[in-house]
C-alpha cells in the first residue's frame, strides 16, 4: 500500500523524479497505455433490456400465451385488446424511468478539474483527464485533488475529505506519517491524498500513485457498475401472486377440459372454454394499474422534493423499518459551529454572547484578525474551523480594517498560528491554537477588561472547561494576545494574556431530531454510520436521540473482527456506527436486511455509494450529493432535508395501501368472474360470458375504480403504525376470506341474471343481463372496498369523487355497449327491457350491500 512505503520507493517504483516530473514522452506513452484519468460508467441498459425488464413478470408471460392462443383461435379482437395492455404497461414504466433519469441529469454539475503538474521540469497546468501515474502534482487551497497521490511534502496542508471518509473536519496531511499497517482507515492515511477531495488550507506536492478507475473512488463507481439490482418487496410479492395465479389458471383450465371431456362437449368447444377461464383468471389490468399508481406518486414525491429513480421505490419505502444514515451533511449541517465560549473564567452557551466588556472585544478580535478565511451571506472560503470563527463573531465584527503587519502560520508541530496587527496605531498580537500548547505561553489572564494574574485555580478551571467540551465531543480552539512595543524585536508567542476559548462540533439540522421522534413512533430505527470519531458521533447520536449510551455505539475496526453471524447478533443492539469505512457500511447494511429488515440508507458522500446500492431504498442527497452517490440511489432529495425521507415514507406507506385495495379489488372481480364460469360447465349451463366480455370488464370496468382505488384518500393515522414486515403476504388471511366470499356472491348474482332469462328469451340476452349484471356488482361493490372496518358512510360516499366518476363512467359505457346497435354486433349484446335493467341493478347491489354488513362482524373482532 501506498501510505506504508518512502518516497523513495514510490520514485524508483513509477520511474519517477519528484524534482523534474515525468517527461512529455513518457507521459503520453504511458496515457496511451493505461488510459484517461476518468471514471467509466457502466454500460447503460438497451432498448430492448428496458422493454424486457418490464415484461419480465409471470402475469405478462401468461397474457402473452392466452394472447396467441385467442389468435389462433379465431378471436383477433381478444388478441389485440391483450397486446395493447401489455405495451401500454411497458410503455408506462419506461417513461417514468426516463423521466427519473433527465430529472437526475439536471442536478449534475459535471466538471474537469484542470491540474498544475511538473513535467520536463517545468510547472504546466494540464486537464486532470491526461494526468498519469508518476505525474508531479502541485495543490493549493481551493483545488480538487485529481488523482489518488502520495504526499512528499506538506505545508499546513489540510485536506477535506468529508465526501469520501464521513469526516467532519478536514483531514491535516503530514509526510512524516508512515504507518505499515495496511488496514488502517482511509481517514488516518495521513500521507495520501484521493481523488475528487479538497485542498481547504495550505499547499503540498505529491507523486500521483492511482488514476481513473484504480483510485479509491474508481473502486467504489467499479463497485456500483458490477452490482446486481435486487427486486424489492413489492416485486417479490407480485410475482408471487402472480405465480399463484398462473398455477391456479393452468389447474382450473385441465380440470373443466376434464370435466368438460367427461361430458361429451366437443374438444375445440372446452379448448375454447378453457380459454374463457384464463381471461377470467388473470387481472390483465393489474400491472398497468400498479405501474399508473406508483407512477403518480412519483409525481407527487417530486413536488414535495424527493425524486424518485424506481418506481418501486416508493412502495418500498412504506415498508422501511430502519433509516441507516450518514452522519455529516445528512444529519448534520456539515458546517463547524461555535456551541460554547469560556471568557472572564467561565463557560456560556453560544447563543447568549454579548460584546459588552473589553475582553469580549479582544476575543472577537483575535477570531477575526487571526484569520485565513473570508465569509460572506454569498461564499464562503478557507478552512471550516476559521469560517465556523467569523460565523460567531458575526455583527460584532468591527467594520474597520486593522491591517496585518507580521504572521506566523499555523504549523502542525506547534499547533498555533499568531498574526501581528495594527489597531489604532497601537500593535496587538493575536494567537490562536490548541489549549495545551497555548496554555504554557501564558501568564495572565483578561477578566473583565482587567489583566491579572493567571493562577493555578484560574489554570485548573480553563483545564477542566475544556475537558467538559472534549466530553461532548466539541473541539476546543484557545485565544490569547499581547501588546508589542517593538516590531523586530519582540517575541510574538510569550507572555501572552488569556482570552477564552471555544467549543466548536458540526451540529444536527435543526428538523432532524422531530422527524427522527415521528420515524422512531412509526416504528422506524435510526441508525446512524460514520467515518468520525466514536465520542463526536455519540455526542450527536445522543442530542438526536439515536442512542442513550455509548455502549450502543461500535467502531468499524471493531467489526473487521466479527465473523457474520457473530454481526448479524450483535446488530440488534446498535445504533451508532463510528470511523467505519465504505466496506464497512456495505457489511452493517446487509447484516441488518439478512436478520429479515427493510433497509434505506441515506447519504451524500462518495463513501456512501456502496451501501446505497446494497440497501433496499438508496437516497441520496440532490445538493451536496456526489455524482456517484445519486448514480447509486433509488431515491434523491432536492432539499437535502432529512424530514423528506420521512414524509416518503408515509407516501410510501398511503402508496401500498391503496395498491393492496386495487388488487383486492381486481382479484374479487376476477374470482367472480372464474365462479360464473366454473360453475355454468359444473351444471352443464352454456357460458353466459364470452372471452371478450371478460376482458373488456378486466381491462375497462374493473380498471377504472381499480386505478381510483389507487389514489384514495390517505389515512391520516398511518404513520402511528408499525412497519409492514417484509415477509408478510401482499393479503392476509382475512382479505382472502372477505374477498372469497365477495367473489361468490357476485359469481351467484351473474349466473342467476342469467339463468332467468337463458330460457324465456335467448342466450344472447341472458349473455347481455350476466354482462351488466358482472360489471355493475363490480362497480358498485369497489365502494366498499375502500375500507376493511369502516362503513362507506362513515368514510363518506363523496370522499373519493374519482370512485364516484370512474363508477358512473363504467355505468355509461356497459350502457352504451348493451343500448347502441353498432356495438352490439362487436360485443355480440342485445338491449334489455326496462325491467330487466331494473332487476339488472337490484341483484348488481347485493355484494356492496353483504360486503357493509360484512363490517359489523369486522368491528367486534
Not at 42 to 56: A, V, W
Not at 104 to 117: C, R, W
Amino acid at each position: 500500500m501506498w501510505h506504508s512505503k518512502s518516497i523513495e520507493d514510490i520514485s524508483k517504483t513509477l520511474n519517477t523524479n519528484i524534482k523534474t516530473g515525468l517527461s512529455n514522452s513518457c507521459a503520453s506513452k504511458l496515457l496511451n497505455e493505461n488510459g484517461k484519468n476518468e471514471l467509466t460508467e457502466g454500460s447503460k441498459r438497451s432498448l430492448i433490456k428496458l422493454i424486457f425488464d418490464q415484461i419480465n413478470n409471470i402475469l405478462v408471460y401468461i397474457l402473452i400465451l392466452t394472447g396467441i392462443i385467442s389468435f389462433f383461435l379465431g378471436e383477433p379482437e381478444e388478441s389485440i385488446i391483450i397486446f395493447i395492455v401489455i405495451i401500454l404497461n411497458a410503455t408506462i414504466g419506461i417513461i417514468q424511468e426516463n423521466k427519473a433519469e433527465k430529472s437526475l441529469e439536471a442536478l449534475k454539475n459535471l466538471s474537469s478539474p484542470k491540474a498544475i503538474v511538473k513535467r520536463d521540469n517545468k510547472i504546466i497546468e494540464i486537464s486532470s483527464k491526461d494526468l498519469v501515474v508518476g505525474d508531479i502534482i502541485i495543490l493549493d487551497a481551493g483545488r480538487i485533488i485529481p488523482a489518488d497521490i502520495r504526499f512528499f511534502e506538506c505545508v499546513n496542508l489540510k485536506v477535506d475529505e468529508s465526501a469520501l471518509t464521513g469526516e467532519s473536519l478536514p483531514t491535516e496531511k503530514n509526510t512524516n506519517i508512515i504507518s505499515n499497517n495496511e488496514s488502517i482507515p482511509i481517514a488516518d492515511r495521513k500521507n495520501i491524498g484521493y481523488m475528487s477531495t479538497i485542498v481547504t488550507y495550505g499547499r503540498g506536492e505529491g507523486i500521483v500513485v492511482s488514476t481513473g478507475m484504480n483510485t479509491k473512488i474508481g473502486k467504489i463507481a467499479s463497485f456500483l457498475n458490477n452490482s446486481k439490482n435486487e427486486l424489492t418487496p413489492l416485486q417479490k410479492k407480485l410475482n408471487i401472486l402472480g405465480k399463484n395465479i398462473g398455477i391456479l389458471t393452468i389447474i382450473i383450465c385441465i380440470i373443466i377440459m376434464i370435466v368438460g371431456l367427461i361430458q361429451g362437449n366437443k374438444l375445440f368447444d372446452i379448448f375454447f372454454i378453457a380459454i374463457s377461464l384464463a381471461v377470467a383468471a388473470i387481472p390483465e389490468g393489474l400491472s398497468t394499474i400498479v405501474a399508473i399508481v406508483l407512477a403518480l406518486g412519483v409525481q407527487k414525491m417530486i413536488k414535495k422534493n424527493a425524486i424518485i429513480r424506481k418506481l418501486s421505490s416508493v412502495e418500498t419505502l412504506g415498508s422501511v423499518n430502519i433509516i441507516c444514515s450518514d452522519k455529516t451533511g445528512t444529519l448534520t449541517v456539515n458546517k463547524m459551529t461555535v456551541i460554547e465560549y469560556f471568557i472572564n473564567n467561565s463557560k456560556f452557551d453560544a447563543r447568549e454572547f454579548k460584546n459588552d466588556d473589553n475582553t469580549k472585544k479582544l476575543f472577537i478580535r483575535s477570531m477575526t484578525l487571526c484569520n485565513d478565511a473570508s465569509y460572506s451571506n454569498d461564499e464562503e472560503v478557507g478552512d471550516p474551523t476559521e469560517i465556523a470563527l467569523l460565523k460567531f463573531a458575526g455583527k460584532n465584527i468591527e467594520n474597520d480594517t486593522f491591517k496585518r503587519i507580521r504572521e506566523i502560520p499555523f504549523d502542525s508541530d506547534r499547533k498555533l498560528m499568531t498574526t501581528v496587527n495594527n489597531i489604532h496605531d497601537i500593535f496587538y498580537s493575536f494567537t490562536k491554537g490548541a489549549l495545551d500548547n497555548l496554555l504554557n505561553l501564558c501568564d495572565k489572564i483578561s477578566i473583565k477588561g482587567e489583566i491579572v494574574e493567571l493562577t493555578d485555580d484560574i489554570r485548573n478551571n480553563i483545564l477542566n472547561t475544556a475537558e467538559e467540551m472534549a466530553n461532548s465531543a466539541l473541539r476546543t480552539l484557545a485565544f490569547a494576545y499581547k501588546e508589542i512595543i517593538n516590531l523586530t524585536k519582540d517575541n510574538y508567542e510569550n507572555n501572552l494574556i488569556f482570552l477564552g476559548m471555544v467549543g466548536m462540533i458540526d451540529p444536527p439540522r435543526k428538523e432532524v431530531k422531530q422527524s427522527i421522534e415521528i420515524a422512531k413512533r412509526s416504528g422506524i430505527k435510526t441508525i446512524m454510520i460514520t467515518g468520525d470519531h466514536k465520542n463526536t458521533a455519540f455526542a450527536i447520536g445522543k442530542e438526536l436521540n439515536i442512542a442513550n449510551d455509548i455502549s450502543e455505539t461500535m467502531l468499524g475496526s471493531e467489526i473487521d473482527k466479527l465473523t457474520d453471524d457473530e454481526l448479524n447478533n450483535k446488530i440488534k443492539n446498535v445504533t451508532i456506527f463510528a470511523r467505519v469505512s465504505p466496506e464497512h457500511k456495505v457489511k452493517i447494511v446487509r447484516a441488518l436486511k439478512s436478520v429479515g429488515n427493510i433497509v434505506s440508507m441515506t447519504g451524500d458522500g462518495v463513501n456512501d455509494a456502496p451501501s446505497l446500492k446494497m440497501a433496499d431504498v438508496g437516497i441520496a442527497m440532490g445538493i451536496t450529493g456526489t455524482d456517484v452517490c445519486k448514480n447509486a440511489s433509488d431515491i434523491i432529495l432536492t432539499d437535502d432535508n432529512f424530514k423528506t425521507i420521512i414524509t416518503a415514507v408515509e407516501e410510501g406507506r398511503n402508496i401500498f395501501n391503496n395498491i393492496k385495495k386495487s388488487i383486492i379489488f381486481l382479484l374479487t372481480c376476477n374470482l367472480g368472474e372464474i365462479l360464473t364460469i366454473f360453475i355454468s360447465i359444473l351444471f352443464k349451463f352454456p357460458v353466459p360470458l364470452s372471452p371478450i366480455h371478460l376482458l373488456w370488464i378486466n381491462l375497462i370496468t374493473d380498471s377504472l375504480p381499480a386505478l381510483s382505488l389507487g389514489v384514495d384518500t390517505y389515512d391520516k393515522n398511518i404513520m402511528n403504525n408499525k412497519p409492514r414486515k417484509g415477509n408478510k403476504n401482499l393479503i392476509s388471511k382475512s382479505n382472502i376470506i372477505k374477498l372469497i366470499l365477495n367473489g361468490f356472491i357476485i359469481g351467484i348474482v351473474s349466473i342467476t341474471s342469467f339463468l332467468t332469462r337463458y330460457k324465456k328469451v335467448n342466450l344472447i340476452y341472458a349473455q347481455s343481463m350476466a354482462f351488466i349484471v358482472l360489471s355493475f356488482s363490480q362497480l358498485f361493490l369497489s365502494l366498499s372496498i375502500r375500507s376493511e372496518k369502516e362503513y362507506l358512510f362513515k368514510i363518506g360516499l363523496f370522499s373519493n369523487m374519482k370512485l364516484i366518476y370512474s363508477i358512473l363512467l363504467g355505468v355509461i359505457i356497459q350502457i352504451i355497449l348493451i343500448k347502441i346497435p353498432s356495438f352490439n354486433s362487436f360485443f355480440n349484446t342485445q338491449n334489455l327491457s326496462t325491467n330487466d335493467w331494473i332487476i339488472s341493478i337490484i341483484l348488481s347491489l347485493i355484494p356492496f350491500i353483504i360486503s357493509e354488513l360484512l363490517k359489523a362482524f369486522t368491528h367486534k373482532k
